[in-house]
């Protein structure tokens, strides 16, 4: 063959070339191009990550699998297709090696049904923040949550979760605050939460919760707030809470709690609001609580109190005090009228006696006053229309 025609033909080959790779479209999978083009220009450091999101992808895809969705554009864009940082509720940052992780699963009332047995926790280890409140998730709380030692909020509240609380809970050594109430949670509080001594919010109210208070809980002494009203939890009031200085709201009502109240609660000077409605608790409000100088609101109705209403109240600046269906005996102290940020005031269904003081005139920011059912003598005092 001459140069000539070697030269046609190889000319020819070339078009031929040229004009298939124009217009044949050879299908490649979405995936496997998205893989290639990420691999292409990914740095080699970052291979690490690029693995991580990848196992994280993996289980959260999986989980959603698990789910009843009501809505079902919730989590409509958690595709395999998509960039799982780009999902909704869901939050990635930078990771060591430069790529991104996953550290946060915001989900609230995103009418999700279903458990978290089905969600690998040990895929998400720089979790910080798992946030599912108002869902309609069920279950219990698997123990390999305790794997997100990362993790620094916790809410789970309006569920209808169950079971027992993990004993893995206290592995959560950053946990700030845990969020569990209103789900239907049972048995007893695990001793070892008192080794999470970073939390600063706890609440496990509205839960079906019993035994007793675990001493263990001396040690949270940055809690600001600890909610544990309506649950069956029985047993004294702890000394060891003299320790939770910081406390500012402490809510044990709707409980089966008994004996008297501690002198040390006292202590608690940054206390805002102290409920303890409706459990068996009996003795007498003690002195020690004219130290609350923060209190804004002190519930102590339905239990089994006796005695006087402390005159040492007078030192307080509350605006909300309920001690009715006690058996109080007394009094009511002239000096009340010096609490004159009162709103409300209930010292009904007692066995107070005496004169209703001239002093309560003085309360002119009241909007309740409840004295029914007492054992009051006399008239009513005239500068009871000051109210």
Same mark, same amino acid.
Request: charged share 10%.
């Given at each position: 063959m001459d140069p000539f025609q070697l030269s046609s033909k190889l000319s020819v080959a070339v078009f031929?070339?040229?004009?298939?790779?124009?217009?044949?479209?050879?299908?490649?999978?979405?995936?496997?191009?998205?893989?290639?083009?990420?691999?292409?220009?990914?740095?080699a450091s970052c291979s690490s990550n690029v693995l991580s999101l990848g196992s994280?992808?993996?289980?959260?895809?999986?989980?959603?699998?698990?789910?009843?969705?009501?809505?079902?554009?919730?989590?409509?864009?958690?595709?395999?297709?998509t960039n799982p940082c780009m999902w909704f509720g869901i939050t990635c940052e930078g990771g060591r090696g430069g790529g991104s992780t996953v550290t946060e699963i915001n989900l609230p009332r995103a009418v999700l049904a279903g458990n978290l047995d089905s969600l690998d926790f040990s895929s998400l280890l720089s979790l910080t923040c798992h946030h599912l409140r108002h869902n309609y998730l069920n279950g219990h709380i698997p123990p390999s949550i305790g794997?997100?030692?990362?993790?620094?909020?916790?809410?789970?509240?309006?569920?209808?979760?169950?079971?027992?609380?993990?004993?893995?809970?206290?592995?959560?050594?950053?946990?700030l605050e845990i969020d569990l109430s209103s789900n239907e949670f049972e048995g007893t509080i695990p001793l070892e939460l008192g080794n999470v001594c970073n939390i600063i919010h706890l609440r496990v109210h509205t839960n079906?919760?019993?035994? =007793?208070?675990?001493?263990?809980? $001396? @040690? #949270? *002494?940055?809690?600001?707030? !600890?909610? &544990?009203?309506?649950?069956? +939890? /029985? %047993?004294?009031?702890?000394?060891?809470i003299n320790n939770l200085v910081d406390l500012t709201c402490l809510t044990f009502s709707y409980n089966l709690l008994t004996? =008297?109240?501690?002198?040390?609660? $006292? @202590? #608690? *000077?940054?206390?805002?609001? !102290?409920? &303890?409605?409706?459990?068996? +608790? /009996? %003795?007498?409000?003690?002195?020690?609580?004219?130290?609350?100088?923060?209190?804004?609101?002190?519930?102590?109705?339905?239990?089994?109190?006796?005695?006087?209403?402390?005159?040492?109240?007078? @030192? #307080? *600046?509350?605006?909300?005090?309920?001690?009715?269906?006690?058996?109080?005996?007394?009094?009511?102290?002239?000096?009340i009228g010096k609490l004159v940020k009162f709103i409300d005031l209930g010292i009904n269904k007692n066995f107070l006696t005496g004169s209703i003081p001239s002093s309560l005139g003085n309360l002119t920011n009241l909007q309740t006053l409840y004295l029914f059912n007492n054992s009051h003598s006399g008239t009513i005092p005239s500068e009871i229309g000051n109210l």
């Amino acid at each position: 063959m001459d140069p000539f025609q070697l030269s046609s033909k190889l000319s020819v080959a070339v078009f031929l070339l040229v004009f298939i790779d124009s217009f044949l479209v050879i299908p490649v999978p979405t995936v496997a191009r998205r893989a290639f083009s990420f691999a292409a220009v990914a740095p080699a450091s970052c291979s690490s990550n690029v693995l991580s999101l990848g196992s994280e992808t993996r289980a959260l895809l999986h989980w959603k699998t698990t789910l009843q969705i009501g809505n079902l554009s919730t989590l409509s864009s958690w595709t395999p297709y998509t960039n799982p940082c780009m999902w909704f509720g869901i939050t990635c940052e930078g990771g060591r090696g430069g790529g991104s992780t996953v550290t946060e699963i915001n989900l609230p009332r995103a009418v999700l049904a279903g458990n978290l047995d089905s969600l690998d926790f040990s895929s998400l280890l720089s979790l910080t923040c798992h946030h599912l409140r108002h869902n309609y998730l069920n279950g219990h709380i698997p123990p390999s949550i305790g794997s997100l030692t990362n993790l620094t909020s916790l809410d789970l509240a309006y569920n209808r979760m169950m079971g027992n609380l993990p004993h893995s809970l206290a592995n959560l050594s950053q946990i700030l605050e845990i969020d569990l109430s209103s789900n239907e949670f049972e048995g007893t509080i695990p001793l070892e939460l008192g080794n999470v001594c970073n939390i600063i919010h706890l609440r496990v109210h509205t839960n079906q919760l019993t035994g =007793s208070i675990p001493s263990s809980w $001396g @040690n #949270l *002494t940055k809690l600001r707030s !600890l909610y &544990l009203h309506k649950n069956s +939890l /029985s %047993g004294t009031i702890l000394e060891e809470i003299n320790n939770l200085v910081d406390l500012t709201c402490l809510t044990f009502s709707y409980n089966l709690l008994t004996a =008297s109240l501690p002198l040390i609660l $006292g @202590n #608690l *000077t940054k206390l805002s609001f !102290l409920f &303890l409605r409706q459990n068996q +608790l /009996s %003795g007498s409000i003690p002195h020690e609580i004219e130290k609350l100088v923060n209190l804004i609101n002190l519930e102590m109705t339905s239990n089994f109190l006796i005695g006087p209403i402390p005159s040492s109240l007078r @030192n #307080l *600046t509350m605006q909300t005090l309920y001690l009715f269906n006690n058996s109080l005996t007394g009094t009511i102290p002239s000096k009340i009228g010096k609490l004159v940020k009162f709103i409300d005031l209930g010292i009904n269904k007692n066995f107070l006696t005496g004169s209703i003081p001239s002093s309560l005139g003085n309360l002119t920011n009241l909007q309740t006053l409840y004295l029914f059912n007492n054992s009051h003598s006399g008239t009513i005092p005239s500068e009871i229309g000051n109210l």
